[in-house]
Structure formats: structure tokens, C-alpha cells
């Protein structure tokens, strides 16, 4: 077989950014490197050069780098492949080492999560020559003197020992009989403190080890061949503290007998640490998001402020009292946008708990339509109520449900007003009804401007708005938070250029074993259920 040159290696990215800067850490550290801009491109030049490592990002158009890890996989090389995932992708990361995946490291890149993975690869590579070697051999040596078969015996023994893996091998009652030197180097056991002294239920809990046994007496029932477990769990270390493993146990058979099992675990601290790390730097990056956002907002009401304190000073210095009505207006609509800026900033921030009383569900939206009504007559739109007959009283916290409508019905207005919507007969329907598993339903319908699908994915993010400087891109975050605490549910729909359907569906209110619903008013509850809100 064509000798491996541990230095050579393959990077496939689709991304130019990260194959640049990667490419020049590698060559600072001596690698020979072939760089591919896709799945299709890498698996070309893999076939050509042969590299023993690749770098492959898991997510790319076309071929992504779980079929390049699985070509490379039965192509029967000795070449490792090192997965690159992004935050969140961690399922698509445990894939990939089931398929043999050498390690994986995830975005944003440190030197020292890749150079650390690099290395892990390269000695397996070594090891696995070594094996094969050996393999190889083994029929030969089998036929030589008993000093030979004893040198074959003490390399078997090398390789536990030095394998940068913990190995934990138990007796047919569990009883630890190999404790490698990781294994004792993680633990901080040493071997004659465990090796014939300690079980697998002193190193991995009882509750691990029952499970291993069901498990085993499932496949035994079964007749299944798949006697491996992979997981990711904590080994007791001497101190008493747990230590987070990635850890891989297989039953061990004889003429079909269990005669006992071995454990394989990595060390999982680092990169726990590295994930811990990343986190904080995406928490910091979405601070100063929330941070420029408000800013922005801000930035635009004190525009609107300073252009009507301009209009105002123009009519005291012209004597024009339509520049003076015209000014003041600018100066009252940019202080309520500052009002509604703050609200809406404290609603979302605080985490509160629905003040449940009954009501009647008719009641709240009429309230809500003859508070927006002049509003809509404004820009000539007809707001309307539609309510069903025989509605029962549902409890809710009345307060949040009318500030979810006053924000639904308001940006349902500003969607028909003509200079977005193009036309003059702009409509809002507010009505109540019911609604396959709930209570009620809250349906704000107008035949407005649309929104597009884009657009629709973004509803819901933190400062998204289709009104621009008009917008603060909370008010929806705040509905849908609103809904949440009530257990509540919300959907939309909508036709670009003929308008959208948002409802509010609400439970019939909290549940509380032995306390009908129509004995909360006035009473504290706190015990609510909490639903998923879909947008």
C-alpha cells in the first residue's frame, strides 16, 4: 500500500473565508495543503493526491460532507476525515462519527480545537498501520517460536496501554480487569486500585450499567448482531467528581457466550470547554445586535423629532400656524413611537405570569375596535367586528390579550393604508369564533399589501419589520411572547399584494387539577402549562 504522508492534506469548504484562513494556519504549521471549494471538487483531488487527512465542512451545496466522509469510508484508505459543523448541528456531527469520522470541530475555528483534532487523527493513522501491519503478519508469526507469540502478546498490551483512548474492560460479573493508562491518567485511579477490585457500576453508576444489561437482553431476545452502545455520559473519577465522556461499550462473546465487555471513552472537557466558549461569544455578538437595533430606532425617532422641532421653529419665525400644527404633529407621533418603544422593551424583557381573570371574549375585541376605529378612518380604511353568539367566558389576563390585538389589528391597518397597499378600499376584520381544540380564536384579517414568504420566515426574530424606520420589530416578538404564557398558539397566512390572516388561539386557560376555570377570577395562579407557540 502507498505510504501515508501524515502531513498532507485536504480542505473543503464552500465558504472562501474560512479555506483561506485555514489553509495559511496549516501551511504556518507545515502541512502540505490541497484546497476544494466543494464535495465534488474535494473527492476529485482525494482520488488524484491520496492526502492523509481531510478537513470537510458537513453543510455544502451539491455533495455535502457526510457523502464525501462516506466515499472516502469505502474507498478503504488510511486516511482520516475531520468534520467541521456549525453551532447547532451537533446531530449531524454524531452522524459522522458513526460513520468513522476521525473527530469533528466546530465554527468559528480555533487553532487549537483544529490542531488538537489533526493530531488525534494523525496518531490513529499510526495505529492503524501498525494494526494492519501486524494483520498482516499475524499468520506468519503465528507459526513462529513461543517467544515470538510472546512479543505479539506484549504489542497487543502496548497498544491498550498507549491508546489515547480510555479502555475498561469487565469480567463476565463486571469486574474491571484492563484499566489502560488514559484511563488511569483521566480517573486518577491507578491500576492496582481497580484492576480486580472495582466493577463497572463503581467507575459508570448502576443506572449505566442496568441499562447496558437490558440492552444486552433485548439483542440476546432478538437475535440482533448489534452489541455496541454509543453514548455520551460521565465516569467516576477518584476525587469523587464526574467527568463528561464520549464513550462507546461492547459486549464480548465467545462461542456465542458473554465472557464480558470493554468500554472505549474520549475526554470531553475540551470541548465542552470550547463549546462553553462559544456560546459566550455568541451571546456577547447578540448583545451588541440588540444593542445597534435599539440604537437604530432610536436614531429614527430622534430624526422625526428634530425634523418637527424644525417645522415648529419655522412657523414661530413665519407666524404660520400650519407649520406650527404641522410640527407639533411630527414632535407627538415621534414621542408615542418612544413611548411604544419602551413598552414594547418591557414587555419583552420581563418574564411575568398571565393575571388570569374570566371575560368575556366579545367584550375584549369590541374594545379593541373602538379604540383603533378613528385610527383606520384616518387613512379611510373600515375596521369591522365580526363576533360569534354563544361564546363562553374564558380566563385570561385581559391586559396582555388587548395589547396582542391592539398590536395585530394596528399592523393589519398600516398594511391597507394606499401609499403600501396601492389601493383605496382597505379593509380589517377583527372577529372571534372557535376553534378545533381551543377556546377561542382571535382572527385579524385585512386585504393589505401581503407579506411575502422571506419575509413571513423573519416575522417572529428579534427587531424584524417590514415598516422600516416606522417599525421596531418588537411588536409581533411581543405577541408571540404574550401567547406563549398563556399556553396560546399562533398563525398566519398570507398572499403578497392580497392581504394576511393572523389568529390568536387561546386555551381555555390554566389548568389546575380540582379548580374549575370559572372559579379563577380575582385568584393568583401558579401553576400555568406552557405551550409551544408556532409562527
Not at 188 to 202: A, H, I, P, Q
Not at 234 to 261: D, F, N, S
Not at 348 to 373: G, W
Request: charged share 30%; hydrophobic share 40%; glycine share 8%.
Amino acid at each position: 500500500m502507498t505510504e501515508v504522508n501524515l502531513h498532507h492534506v485536504l480542505l473543503i469548504d464552500d465558504e472562501e473565508g474560512i479555506r483561506k484562513v485555514m489553509s495559511i494556519a496549516l501551511r504556518d504549521a507545515g502541512y502540505v495543503v490541497w484546497i476544494a471549494e466543494s464535495g465534488e471538487q474535494g473527492m476529485e483531488i482525494f482520488e488524484r493526491e491520496l492526502p492523509a487527512l481531510v478537513l470537510t465542512d458537513i453543510k455544502m451545496p451539491g455533495m455535502d460532507g457526510i457523502e464525501v466522509l462516506r466515499r472516502i469510508k469505502e474507498m478503504e484508505t488510511d486516511s482520516e476525515v475531520i468534520i467541521i459543523t456549525g453551532h447547532g448541528e451537533m446531530e449531524l456531527a454524531i452522524s459522522a462519527l458513526q460513520l468513522e469520522a476521525s473527530d469533528f470541530i466546530t465554527k468559528p475555528i480555533h487553532d487549537e480545537a483544529l490542531f488538537l483534532a489533526l493530531k488525534r487523527a494523525e496518531e490513529k493513522i499510526s495505529l492503524k498501520i501498525q494494526l494492519r501491519d501486524y494483520t498482516e503478519n499475524l499468520e506468519r508469526k503465528v507459526k513462529e517460536a513461543t517467544a515470538e507469540i510472546q512479543r505479539i502478546s506484549d504489542f497487543q498490551a502496548n497498544l491498550i496501554d498507549n491508546s489515547l483512548d480510555g479502555i475498561v474492560a469487565g469480567d463476565e460479573q463486571r469486574k474491571v480487569v484492563i484499566f489502560n493508562d488514559s484511563a488511569q491518567r483521566l480517573t486518577g485511579y491507578k491500576e492496582e486500585e481497580v484492576v480486580g477490585r472495582l466493577t463497572l457500576e463503581d467507575l459508570y453508576e448502576k443506572e449505566l450499567v442496568d441499562h447496558w444489561l437490558s440492552r444486552q437482553r433485548l439483542e440476546e431476545d432478538s437475535s440482533s448482531d448489534e452489541i455496541s452502545t454509543h453514548l455520551d455520559t460521565t465516569i467516576q473519577a477518584r476525587e469523587g467528581r464526574k467527568i463528561p465522556i464520549r464513550l462507546t461499550h461492547t459486549i464480548l462473546r465467545q462461542e456465542g457466550q458473554k465472557v464480558g465487555c470493554v468500554t472505549f471513552f474520549q475526554d470531553l472537557r475540551e470541548i465542552r470547554r470550547l463549546e462553553r466558549k462559544l456560546v459566550q461569544s455568541e451571546r456577547l455578538a447578540a448583545t451588541g445586535q440588540t444593542a445597534a437595533s435599539i440604537a437604530h430606532a432610536i436614531k429614527n425617532i430622534v430624526g422625526g423629532l428634530k425634523g418637527g422641532m424644525f417645522v415648529v421653529n419655522k412657523g414661530f419665525e413665519l407666524s404660520n400656524e400650519n407649520y406650527l400644527q404641522d410640527g407639533w404633529d411630527m414632535v407627538q407621533r415621534n414621542i408615542a413611537k418612544i413611548s411604544s418603544l419602551a413598552m414594547d422593551l418591557l414587555t419583552f424583557s420581563k418574564e411575568r405570569q398571565p393575571d388570569y381573570r374570566l371575560a368575556q371574549v366579545n367584550d375584549v375585541a369590541a374594545e379593541v375596535v373602538e379604540l383603533l376605529k378613528k385610527r383606520g378612518e384616518e387613512f379611510g380604511i373600515k375596521l369591522s367586528l365580526e363576533t360569534a353568539d354563544g361564546l363562553e367566558p374564558v380566563a385570561m389576563d385581559v391586559t396582555g390579550i388587548h395589547q396582542c390585538l391592539v398590536n395585530l389589528v394596528s399592523n393589519a391597518i398600516d398594511a391597507c393604508r394606499p401609499e403600501i397597499c396601492g389601493h383605496e378600499q382597505g379593509r380589517v376584520t377583527l372577529s372571534t369564533c372557535t376553534h378545533p381544540g381551543w377556546a377561542v380564536c382571535f382572527e385579524v384579517k385585512d386585504n393589505g399589501c401581503g407579506i411575502t414568504a422571506k419575509d413571513k420566515e423573519k416575522l417572529f426574530t428579534t427587531f424584524f419589520s417590514t415598516k422600516g424606520a416606522d417599525g421596531t420589530g418588537l411588536g409581533l416578538l411581543n405577541v408571540q411572547k404574550i401567547a406563549k404564557e398563556h399556553g396560546g398558539h399562533i398563525e398566519v397566512e398570507s398572499v403578497p399584494a392580497e392581504g394576511s390572516t393572523f389568529r390568536l388561539l387561546l386555551p381555555s386557560g390554566p389548568n389546575k387539577e380540582g379548580e374549575s376555570l370559572y372559579e379563577l377570577d380575582g385568584k393568583e395562579n401558579d401553576n400555568k402549562e406552557s405551550h409551544s407557540v408556532v409562527a
